[in-house]
């Protein structure tokens, strides 16, 4: 009966995914065929149009539109009432929301810094080296676990057995065997904060090493030779030579984990549901919006976000500005 | 640099030859030195990273008490496995059985249009904003950049309400599909955008001259052009996609019906406790997917990451 149950879903689910990718397929197919066949004078207008609309209005509505309301909420109170700056007052005089935006800045200083250290660190660690595939995938690895998996994976690590009973998780268990006491390493603030950002570096570090490694090798050979030849050493061939060469790269790794890093609240969520003071901007704001209702000082959490990010926004588009000067 | 007085050569010449032949040694001296200890490291950081994951899979094949009562590396001096928390996880009937086989096939409905889609919008973008002249480009292409911060937190209400009032379709998969969409073109427009403006003037412009127009174009030289590219972009928006947790939570209603893999896991996860001994096995249920894509298409991945990521 069950397994009928199963099989029958499994059909109609099926069924669903082909519509879905049919009907999908249509419209895109229709909208540039059409495009195709406009009358010849503003005929690369309406292709333009085209081509750049779907994206467009579906950033525009599921966006835009959402973030500017958002902005606007973040002046409200709970009963939709205009409150001027209350919720940015409240944020940046409770206790517990400072400790909040100290702990988004921990994250967002440590985890691109380090991941993209330890990355580069590894890369060129195991650039031509032998069996460099097989080293390569086992750092990336945790970049394809989701969150919530990466979460079950280090709640065993950190698991705590008081002192005496026999310990399940592996870090109080090699504490244990060099004669510590095993810690409560989600619960003691503000470590615990630490062992969280650790998840994070832990899965994004791959991703760094895959851009950086390939980029490294993307480094034209004569130019390494030529600073051979002036008598560069290895590291003055490292700085010299491929650091300016992977810049882009560079800033592209940052870039992205930075804003992966902000984003992210499952993390938080999923180890200790941003209790014993681990809460960044993200949960938070899911907390004060989604659990307590409090969709002004929620989203009042939005537009700080929006804030910090800014700098690395505006930093780069100014180089995404010289590189298509150069071109 | 460049102002370099004309006697000069000669003599850097030599200062070059001298100090290329003592660089040589040096940094073969240095190599010889640091290789190891660069091995060395490497090896720890591949242990560090490997360990996490290598302790929940042994995890998931002892039984149930040994889970509770110590540590996977016991295995090691008093080797026991069993495949109950598999079946247990999988196929166990009965109220609170985690049941994810259904949820399993959810994953996969929603991920593979949730791929799609963003992929084929963002590379129509991408191509009108760096090969279509118009004005404003930039400053379009800047805004989708820009809007990959915004969080999804802020987006998710707004959104719900559209889904539910205007178009009817929250708790639906056209409703994830499309949440999926939205939420990966900022970043397809941007890598897309960085693969698709670095093709040779010179095979658009002969295209052009050829009559071409821009749907020929597209179809018949980006595209083709830009495979290594878009599988790359493909495979991590399909793994992010399968990996998601708060959109699903948002708009899939969390029932068997609809609902991922990871939203199911996140329910066992909140009873930790209760659940110890059948997380680790349904942990790596909702990861085998993502390690088969990766080990799969590995090499087509790293190759698509070079062109589509770095300037090259």
Same mark, same amino acid.
């Given at each position: 009966m069950r397994g009928d149950d199963f099989w029958g879903s499994f059909g109609e689910k099926l069924g669903v995914l082909a519509i879905g990718l049919a009907a999908f397929a249509a419209v895109v197919g229709l909208?540039?065929?059409?495009?195709?066949?406009?009358?010849?004078?503003?005929?690369?207008?309406?292709?333009?149009?085209?081509?750049?609309?779907?994206?467009?209005?579906?950033?525009?509505?599921?966006?835009?539109?959402?973030?500017? +309301?958002?902005?606007?909420?973040?002046?409200?109170?709970? +009963? @939709?009432?205009?409150?001027?700056?209350?919720?940015?007052?409240?944020?940046?005089?409770?206790?517990?929301?400072?400790?909040?935006?100290?702990?988004?800045?921990?994250?967002?200083?440590?985890?691109?810094?380090?991941?993209?250290?330890?990355?580069?660190?590894?890369?060129?660690?195991?650039?031509?080296?032998?069996?460099?595939?097989?080293?390569?995938?086992?750092?990336?690895?945790?970049?394809?676990?989701?969150?919530? @998996?990466?979460?079950?994976?280090? +709640?065993?690590?950190?698991?705590?057995?008081?002192?005496?009973?026999?310990?399940?998780?592996?870090?109080n268990q090699v504490v244990v065997w060099l004669g510590g006491e095993p810690q409560q390493w989600l619960i003691?603030?503000?470590?615990?904060?630490?062992?969280?950002?650790?998840?994070?570096?832990?899965?994004?570090?791959?991703?760094?090493?895959?851009?950086?490694?390939?980029?490294?090798?993307?480094?034209?050979?004569? +130019?390494?030779?030529?600073?051979?030849?002036?008598?560069?050493?290895?590291?003055?061939?490292?700085?010299?030579?491929?650091?300016?060469?992977?810049?882009?790269?560079?800033?592209?790794?940052?870039?992205?984990?930075t804003i992966a890093t902000l984003k992210v609240f499952d993390i938080v969520r999923a180890m200790t549901g941003g209790n014993f003071g681990t809460s960044v901007i993200a949960n938070e704001m899911y907390t004060q919006a989604f659990n307590r209702g409090e969709f002004g000082q929620g989203s009042a959490l939005a537009v700080i976000l929006f804030i910090l990010v800014l700098p690395i926004v505006i930093y780069n588009i100014r180089v995404m500005r010289k590189q298509r000067e150069v071109r | 640099m460049s102002v370099a007085p004309v006697d000069l050569p000669v003599s850097k010449k030599e200062d070059a030859y001298q100090e290329g032949w003592r660089g040589t040694k040096i940094s073969r001296v240095k190599k010889s030195l640091t290789s190891p200890w660069a091995t060395a490291a490497a090896i720890v950081i591949a242990v560090v990273w490997t360990i996490p994951t290598f302790g929940l899979l042994v995890n998931s094949f002892r039984p149930a008490d040994d889970i509770r009562s110590s540590g996977w590396w016991t295995i090691f001096t008093n080797p026991s496995f069993s495949l109950e928390n598999y079946e247990e996880v999988l196929f166990s009937s009965g109220a609170s059985s985690a049941n994810l086989g259904s949820y399993f096939v959810n994953s996969f409905m929603i991920a593979i249009p949730g791929a799609i889609f963003p992929i084929v919008l963002g590379a129509m973008a991408a191509y009108a904003l760096a090969w279509i002249p118009f004005k404003g480009a930039g400053w379009i292409f800047i805004t989708i950049f820009a809007l990959q911060i915004v969080p999804l937190q802020m987006a998710l209400i707004p959104l719900l309400q559209i889904f539910n009032q205007v178009l009817g379709i929250s708790g639906t998969f056209p409703a994830v599909w499309i949440a999926h969409t939205i939420f990966g073109l900022?970043?397809?427009?941007?890598?897309?955008?960085?693969? /698709?403006?670095?093709?040779?003037?010179?095979?658009?412009?002969?295209?052009?001259?050829?009559?071409?127009?821009?749907?020929?174009?597209?179809?018949?030289? /980006?595209?083709?052009?830009?495979?290594?590219?878009?599988?790359?972009?493909? /495979?991590?928006?399909?793994?992010?996609?399968w990996n998601d947790l708060l959109v699903a939570l948002v708009f899939s209603g969390g029932t068997a019906d609809v609902a991922p893999l990871t939203q199911r896991l996140a329910e066992m996860v909140g009873n930790f406790g209760r659940n110890a001994n059948l997380l680790p096995a349904g942990a790596f249920i909702s990861i085998i997917v993502p390690l088969i894509v990766f080990f799969a298409l590995q090499r087509y991945f790293v190759r698509g990451l070079l062109a589509g990521s770095t300037k090259g």
């Open positions: 909208v540039l065929f059409l495009a195709d066949r406009a009358p010849k004078k503003g005929r690369d207008v309406i292709q333009l149009i085209a081509f750049l609309a779907p994206a467009v209005i579906l950033l525009a509505v599921g966006l835009v539109y959402p973030a500017i +309301r958002t902005t606007l909420l973040s002046f409200t109170n709970r +009963r @939709g009432e205009w409150v001027g700056l209350d919720n940015f007052f409240w944020i940046f005089t409770q206790p517990n929301t400072l400790v909040v935006l100290g702990n988004t800045v921990l994250w967002v200083i440590l985890v691109p810094t380090v991941s993209t250290l330890v990355g580069l660190a590894y890369a060129i660690f195991i650039d031509k080296s032998k069996g460099e595939k097989t080293l390569k995938s086992l750092v990336f690895l945790p970049m394809a676990i989701s969150f919530v @998996g990466a979460g079950v994976i280090w +709640r065993f690590v950190y698991e705590y057995r008081a002192e005496g009973f026999e310990q399940i998780g592996i870090l003691n603030s503000p470590m615990n904060t630490i062992f969280l950002i650790i998840v994070m570096i832990w899965i994004q570090t791959g991703f760094a090493m895959v851009l950086l490694s390939a980029a490294i090798k993307a480094v034209p050979t004569e +130019r390494i030779e030529a600073a051979k030849l002036d008598g560069a050493n290895a590291w003055q061939q490292f700085t010299n030579v491929t650091v300016p060469e992977i810049r882009p790269t560079v800033v592209v790794v940052v870039t992205t984990i | 900022p970043l397809m427009v941007f890598l897309l955008h960085n693969f /698709i403006s670095q093709i040779p003037h010179d095979v658009l412009e002969a295209a052009r001259v050829d009559g071409a127009n821009h749907t020929q174009i597209f179809f018949r030289i /980006i595209l083709p052009l830009s495979v290594p590219a878009l599988a790359s972009v493909a /495979i991590f928006q399909f793994l992010w996609v």
